[in-house]
């Protein structure tokens, strides 16, 4: 099996070990490119990593902190071949990272996007409502992740419905003419968590619009929403109960690994592509931690070609609760984010909204 027989296979289909064999092979051979086309990257890795030339398994391969990312622009291609720098959605006083894509980076993430969401929305694309404002998308070759994830995610729809307008407040006429059109069948929402409930559904709470046939995919960042008291759970029933939503799928990712994306399954627990995985770590040792062990979580992708961040050590905590569990028909980790580490900066692009219109 190859990486392109884990991109173009049903995603989640792939039982846990055979996909790590693959991985290992890949994600070693994407490593010692980035250090051959990238000395910054190779000085880091022999250094912090010395002897780990040839890994033995996944944990064993050497990673970078996402953090680096907003010191350092790490490239392994020359200026000439960027066809797009991503920049993180930061609050005030932050400094964001960039992301740095080469044509063959930003295919391989729009390809895998794609088998990511075909998998939960079906082959065709669907109407779309965007909780969103239309002026967002401004400069196509540098922007940040809340207009990366917009463009991303506007593939997969069809006669677009841009819901919020300039001053993010809801169009609820427009959306009425846009139920009345398509509601009636399946059609596609996407929106970063904290717009959703703050700007969608708490505007549409006494309105009584039935959105049943709605899929909603959401993410970008819950610590708004927690300090509101709001768990997913409560999220997923308040949307249940005010519009009939029921198909709502969360996801985790970040700009640092574009196309990565970490899909919620019907069991509540988010699941790796095929063609990525996660680590959960202990946060003293940084060895790896076994299922129902919190830990700090670690992002693996196959994707990055133009970058060196395959392996990545996120801010966040995480745990794995079972591995190649039939609860949701999916293979691989089936594991949950608990949140940040103490004392991390906030970097979810919901909650960079929320710093902005709270």
Known sequence: MTLDDLIQRPQYSVPQAQKEAVLLAELTRLGKSHRERSPE????????????????????????PVGLFKERLL??????????????????????????????TAQLQTLALSRIMTSVLGPHRLPMVLIESADLIRDRRQFNARAAGLLGMINFGRDHFYALDTNLELLVPELKDFLRRFGGGPFLVFGFTFLVWTRFYQPLVEAGLDLSQGILIHGGGWKKLQ???????????????????????????????????????????????NFADVIVRDPYTFEEVAPGQTGVLEVLSALPRSYPGHCLLTEDLGVVQAIDSPACGRFGKAFSVLGRIPDAEVRGCSDVIATKVG
């Open 75 to 104: 490239s392994s291609v020359p200026e000439s071949e960027v066809f797009k720098i991503l920049q993180s959605s930061g609050t005030t006083g932050q400094t964001p990272s960039r992301i740095l894509l080469d044509r063959e």
């Open 227 to 273: 300090e509101q008291a709001v768990s997913a759970a409560d999220f997923r029933a308040a949307l249940r109960k005010a519009m009939g939503l029921t198909r709502i799928y969360n996801f985790y990712g970040m700009v640092e690994q574009v196309g990565s994306v970490f899909l919620e399954g019907e069991d509540g627990y988010l699941y790796p592509p």
């Open 41 to 64: 990257y190779a000085r880091l890795a022999r250094v912090m990593f010395p002897g780990s030339a040839d890994p033995q398994n996944l944990a064993a391969l050497p990673y970078l």
